[in-house]
Nanobody, 119 residues
Framework: QVQLVDSGGGLVHPGGSLTLSCAVF????????LAWHRQAPGKQRELVAA???????NYAHSVKGRFTIFRDDAENKVYLQMSSLKPEDTAVYYC?????????????WGQGTQVTVSS
């Protein structure tokens, strides 16, 4: 059974930085499409960033230039490095995985980690 465990959230001041991590258990991630989503109170969940098995990335317009997604296949982990954080980045962040770059949906999800950006 594949399990994703995300961590690294917390309280940070505007303009600050934070790095989230997600460990994958039960399967190697070499061929996985991996992503980070977030859900703010009262809003729908949105895709923040994704990284393919070959390392290609894409980002939501709102985080482009501030966030970086990267993966370590040897460690079976995916990360989201966040900088220049804004109050509107406050949300629960979820890592997600699909067993193929061509999957229709993300089959595996972490439990979520809270990120709060506030002064």
């Amino acid at each position: 059974q594949v399990q994703l465990v995300d961590s690294g959230g917390g309280l940070v001041h505007p303009g600050g930085s934070l790095t989230l991590s997600c460990a994958v258990f039960g399967s190697t991630i070499s061929f996985y499409l991996l992503a980070w989503h977030r859900q703010a109170p009262g809003k729908q969940r949105e895709l923040v960033a994704a990284i393919s098995s070959s390392g290609s990335t894409n980002y939501a317009h709102s985080v482009k230039g501030r966030f970086t997604i990267f993966r370590d296949d040897a460690e079976n982990k995916v990360y989201l490095q966040m900088s220049s954080l804004k109050p509107e980045d406050t949300a629960v962040y979820y890592c997600a995985g699909a067993s193929s770059d061509y999957a229709d949906e993300y089959a595996y999800w972490g439990q979520g980690t809270q990120v709060t950006v506030s002064s």
